[in-house]
């Protein structure tokens, strides 16, 4: 029996089974928010010594609780269960704080009533981009704030995804592949 594989592992199954019930969902519930069978939620939820997580349930099970793979994966239980309950901690209010009194742009201060814990989701780097877009020919009035804020979220799930992707046995595929995307739209001469 090789417990350094399983108990990382098994760790990580009962956080999840934790948060998912301090979010008060059954079974069902996480299945269908997360998109996973519920075949594969069962095994999280009553896991068996030595079967590992594959990188997309993990990817799946984060994003379905808000979180990112890293957030989920390092942070300790303590942390995360105050996000659970619907009680934000103090950074997020203080991200939404920060929007409220930036935001000059009516489309973004109507758009962060709308999606409050979406905003409380960005990352201090997302607000920054979403603020210096502001302006009558900013990017939010020619695209939209609601399509603004999905490419944000589009670029941090596809983060989330290569950095799962980066801790596995394809990280030279992803290498490659990242490379050879790179080669076509990069300018001549950068990096």
């Keep these: 029996m090789n417990l350094g594989a399983s108990n990382p592992d098994q760790a990580l199954t009962a956080k999840i089974t934790r948060l998912i019930q301090e979010r008060g969902w059954n079974q069902e519930d996480f ?8 075949h594969t939620v069962r095994q999280i939820l009553h896991p068996r ?5 594959r990188n997309a349930t993990v990817l799946a099970c984060a994003q379905a609780l808000g ?3 890293n957030e989920l994966r390092a942070l300790p239980l303590e942390r995360l269960l105050p996000r659970m309950r619907g009680a934000a901690p103090a950074e997020s209010e203080d991200k939404l704080l920060r929007l409220h009194e930036h935001a ?3 489309e973004l201060m109507a758009w962060l009533e709308r999606h409050p814990d ?3 989701r960005l990352t201090d780097s997302q607000i920054d981009q979403l ?4 302006g009558p020919d900013g990017p939010l009035a020619r695209m939209g704030v609601e399509h603004v804020v999905e490419l ?11 950095e799962t992707i980066a801790h596995t046995e394809y990280l030279t595929l992803l290498e490659q592949l990242v ?6 739209v990069a300018p001549t001469g950068s990096i």
């Design 31 to 38: 299945a269908r928010i997360a998109k996973l069978n519920r």
């Design 49 to 53: 010594e030595g079967r590992r997580l």
């Design 67 to 69: 979180l990112t793979v």
């Design 104 to 106: 000059t742009q009516p």
């Design 118 to 120: 979406r905003a409380r």
């Design 131 to 134: 603020l210096a877009m502001q």
């Design 152 to 162: 944000l979220e589009r670029k941090r799930r596809l983060h989330d995804k290569v």
């Design 179 to 184: 490379d050879l995307i790179f080669d076509k």
